[in-house]
């Protein structure tokens, strides 16, 4: 009898097993899901995708998968199945559909660090209305009579201060977070600048940790750090609300939270974090591998060293910040900057669920479904761009916006600070060139995870050039 019982429990357990299989097996012909495999119980394929991310090329995953399955097919990763397009029509699609027919959907992880207000997170009426402010920030016309002044000065301040070897990722983030901070709060650079960028970085790394604390000492500290992140920020709000009642008023991203009528302080500091998180982590990386592809491919950097040659020697010896119409004859910098974004893929691609059952390809999406639209994929697919994996800038000079280039997303959640971005690498790639020679201290590589970096934050020495300042 002691033996009998255990025997028709995994008798029952077995049973089940196959009926869930099965019914699970009829449901999905019956929808017709598109095809591909989910891995093992629970874990899925995530150990696959992230050992081909912490790789230099983590191509082989897609690559596979697509040549088995075809441009949409499923997976599960992170704790969910998952429905992944390397398709450009299909990531256009569900872009573009965002609120009709897929909603945003991050991995808990993001979610928690991010907050439950942050941009990034919102839906409906609250995320047009709060995307629509912070476009109006961050529009040509903004950036070119408020912001590009501060750019231009914080970038020529940190560059002051290079000598011999530096470690380009670190300093571009300085650089990055400096000018943020800077749009967002009227915060100049200082210690507690500096302390707050340190413990963001914390945060950033839990981002595609496994959200335990227990479980998980990434995310754990990540957690500590984005409740000291928020505790300085709720500060800065209170004491800006302060001065507002007193009569100063300051031209910033906070400023324009206050007129848009947000009184709870929560929602404005979650909406600041995931701010800040925009504009200084993914530029300070696109900064940095700008600089390594243009390092490993001397044509291009002599020819970019041309064109800034050229607006320096327009500018004269007395005058050496740059202005709007200096960034509008940057024809091989945008060129630069659209190749590096499209090589890089700072953002890999964008999570959506289904917020009803979906036809895409002859295939069905249930409704609830976790979609990951790969921008990665698409971007480095060869029918999409001659010779993908190569860096070659000057493919745009045939074109500038194809149908397949979509480095910021798409439809309503399109990067809203997508111009600011373009001109805050401008700005750089000018005072770096025409400023300084480098060469590599050290052989670095690409890897993709948690986030695009280089291994070893790619150390460079710098020489600076004898121009006249």
Known sequence: MDLFLPLSLSTIIFFLFIVFRTTAAVSRRRLRLPPGNVGLPVIGETFQLISAYKTENPEPFIDARVSKYGTVFTTHVFGERTVFSADADTNRFILQNEGRLFESSYPSSIANLVGKHSLLLMRGGLHRRMHSLTMSFANSTIIKDHLLVDIDRLVRMNLDSWTGRILLMEVAKKITFELTLKQLLSIDPCEWSESLRKEYMLVIEGFFSIPIPFFSLTYRRAIQARKRVTSALHLVVRERRIERESGVKKNDMLAALFDSDCDDDEEIVDFLVS?????????????????????????????????????????????????????????????????????????????????????????????????????????????????????????????????????????????PGHELARVELSVFLHHLITRFSWKPAEEDKLVFFPTTRTQKRYPIIVQRRNVVE
Not at 294 to 320: C, F, N, W, Y
Not at 348 to 368: C, E, L, N, W
Not at 376 to 405: G, I, M
Request: glycine share 4%.
């Open 275 to 415: 701010l800040l998180v925009a504009g200084y982590d993914t530029t300070s990386t696109t900064m940095t591998l700008a600089v390594k592809f243009l390092t490993d491919t001397p044509s291009a950097l002599a020819q970019l060293k041309e064109e800034h040659e050229e607006i320096r020697a327009k500018k004269g010896a007395s005058s050496v910040a740059l202005e709007w119409d200096d960034y509008k004859s940057m024809p091989f910098t945008q060129c630069v900057v659209n190749e590096t974004l499209r090589l890089s893929n700072i953002i890999s691609g964008v999570f959506r669920r289904a917020m009803t059952d979906v036809k895409i390809k002859d295939y069905t999406i249930p409704k609830g479904s976790k979609v990951f639209a790969s921008l990665r994929a698409v971007h480095l697919a060869q029918d999409n761009f001659e010779d993908a994996r190569v860096f070659n800038p000057w493919r745009w000079q045939k074109t500038s916006d194809p149908t397949n280039f979509m480095p910021f997303g798409g439809g309503p959640r399109r990067c």
